[in-house]
């Protein structure tokens, strides 16, 4: 069975807009805090140079200065200072985008030890490094490792933050998200369920984050085996989207290859075709004919209409 699209991986709302250094000088409030966020401030030309490498997506750049910097920190500042574990977190997202995610394991670990003993267990910084290390794990494909550290997250944000909070909502999509790729689905239903009741009653029914959570309860659902179940949602989705964005927007295109995908379960073959075609031609519009959604809509596509051959 063919996957849907859907958003997938949630980043805490602060994760990549908050440096350690700000929060270790807000915490500590000390001497060598202080000495450290100025610094940060003021700024490493190293370090700045290895942040737009990062920010520009050139990663193999990125990773060989922070792999520079983080050595060159530890000895001049040690291996705990709040500019050394920036460089390392740094290090460690580098990683991640290459897929390098034994070697990013590592540098999470060695990130969130520090962190514990520094901030504590419970520490907003603590927890977003726990969550990228989460993250890491599901990617390496230690699912079981991820669902715990996520789970475990979610208890600690909701204990701390409570169940609203947009970060304890990540980390139930996160688990969600670690159930589904082990398959259990009706668990992960269960998530998709209360986030979508929050960010409904929250948020309003055209959030782009409600509409993402209503999106992937429909594929949790169309993998239960309710395709019938799964076509409502994705319709609802679909024209709100429509409604909202315009028909030209690739949010639509992904809500229009998932919809096909629940009338191809049901053998609408025709129906489904026409909204395969819709999304392949949008993504191919939009994002030109190598893109991966535009090579996975073309391939369904294919698919599809070598059914309805064999029904003829």
Avoid at 18 to 30: A, C, D, K, Q
Wanted: glycine fraction near 6%; proline fraction near 3%.
């Amino acid at each position: 069975m063919a996957f849907s699209l859907c958003r997938g991986l949630e980043l805490p709302s602060d994760n990549m807009k908050v440096s350690i250094l700000l929060f270790i000088f807000l915490f500590f409030g000390n001497l060598a805090g202080r000495q450290a966020y100025a610094q940060d401030e003021i700024g490493n030309e190293e370090a700045k140079a290895a942040d737009a490498l990062l920010a520009a997506g050139r990663n193999a750049e990125a990773e060989a200065a922070f792999r520079k910097l983080v050595e060159t920190r530890s000895k001049q500042s040690g291996p705990e200072a709040p500019d050394t574990l920036n460089c390392r977190l740094n290090l460690a997202r580098t990683l991640d985008n290459q897929g390098k995610y034994a070697e990013a394991e590592a540098e999470h670990r060695v990130v969130l030890a520090s962190l514990e003993r520094l901030l504590g267990a419970e520490h907003p910084v603590t927890l977003n490094s726990r969550s990228d290390l989460a993250i890491t794990l599901g990617n390496l494909g230690k699912r079981d490792d991820a669902e715990k550290q996520h789970r475990q997250l979610m208890e600690i944000r909701e204990r701390v933050l409570g169940a609203e909070h947009a970060d304890t909502l990540a980390s139930r999509n996160n688990l969600a998200a670690t159930l589904f790729e082990q398959k259990k689905y009706a668990d992960a239903e269960v998530q998709h369920r209360t986030i979508l009741a929050v960010r409904q009653r929250v948020l309003g029914a055209e959030h782009p984050d409600t509409l993402s959570s209503r999106n992937n309860l429909a594929d949790t659902i169309r993998s239960l085996g309710k395709p019938a179940e799964a076509e409502v949602e994705n319709r609802a989705v679909l024209a709100i989207k429509e409604r909202v964005l315009g028909s030209e927007h690739p949010s639509v295109f992904m809500s229009c290859y998932n919809l096909a995908l629940c009338l191809e379960d049901q053998k609408k073959l025709s129906e489904a075709l026409a909204f395969m075609l819709r999304s392949e031609n949008g993504w191919v519009k939009i994002l030109g004919t190598k893109h991966p959604y535009s090579q996975l809509a073309k391939t369904d596509r294919e698919r599809i209409e070598a059914k309805m051959k064999e029904q003829k």
